[in-house]
């Protein structure tokens, strides 16, 4: 089964731009994985950022945006807010139906 | 607006049983993929399973011949059949609407424990 990876943790300044990142074991991620990235603060369930590679979600704030990038997929934060401050999640779709997390990425506002 | 409520988590010993439940309202569970998505305490987001609308289901290795998916479509609820539980299968059981933005349940707990 493939394994998908991500940053373990990652801290950026208020106003500032980072960019995470998710790879894939069986190789370059590409649009074809539909790569999904989802925002998880302590004690809520998921919800869903950005889906298809770039597009973001109704709910999603410009600040986000969703690549490819170098083989993996990336979230990129432009202009870091406090609630921001989250666990973040990628999800790549594998032929045969089968969806694969990333083990999250602990985003650190500070 | 879409939402899902899961119930039907709760302690149950090392090789028992449970079923979980995931009321839809705003769409329809047989109009549309549904996933379960689990997470062990202080670890990240693992899937589980997922149906599709014709009614084939997929199933990730470790819980595959022991988890079995279904829907009731007149009840417009997902299920999840929980068998031969073991230690490593605690954690919060989310229903998810899959396809396209990922909507999520609040998720239910499953303690699996002596």
């Known amino acids: 089964q493939a394994v998908v990876t991500q940053e373990p943790s990652l801290t950026v300044s208020p106003g500032g731009t980072v960019t995470l990142t998710c790879g894939s074991s069986?190789?370059?991620?590409?649009?074809?994985?539909?790569p999904y990235w989802f925002q998880q603060r302590p004690g809520q369930a998921p919800r869903t950022l950005i889906y298809?590679?770039?597009i973001n979600y109704s709910w999603t704030p410009a600040r986000f945006s969703g690549s490819l990038l170098g083989g993996k997929a990336a979230l990129t934060l432009s202009g870091a807010q406090p609630e921001d401050e989250a666990e973040y999640h990628c999800?790549?779709?594998?032929?045969?139906?089968?969806?694969?997390f990333g083990g999250g990425t602990k985003l650190t506002v500070l | 607006d879409v939402q899902l409520v899961e119930s039907g988590g709760g302690l149950v010993q090392p090789g028992g049983s449970l079923r979980l439940s995931c009321a839809a309202s705003?769409?329809?569970?047989?109009?549309?993929?549904m996933s379960w998505v689990r997470q062990a305490p202080g670890k990240g987001l693992e899937w589980v399973s997922v149906?599709?609308?014709?009614?084939?289901?997929y199933y990730a290795d470790s819980v595959r011949g022991r988890f079995t998916v279904s829907r009731d479509n007149s009840k417009n609820t997902l299920y999840l059949q929980l068998s031969s539980l073991r230690t490593e299968d605690t954690g919060v059981y989310y229903c998810?609407?899959?396809?396209?933005?990922?909507?999520w349940g609040q998720g239910t707990l499953v303690t699996v424990s002596s």
């Open positions: 069986t190789g370059a991620v590409t649009s074809g994985h539909y």
């Open positions: 705003g769409f329809s569970v047989s109009n549309n993929f």
């Open positions: 999800l790549l779709s594998y032929s045969g139906a089968r969806w694969v």
């Open positions: 149906i599709y609308r014709d009614g084939t289901t």
């Open positions: 298809d590679t770039s």
């Open positions: 998810t609407k899959t396809g396209g933005p990922w909507d």
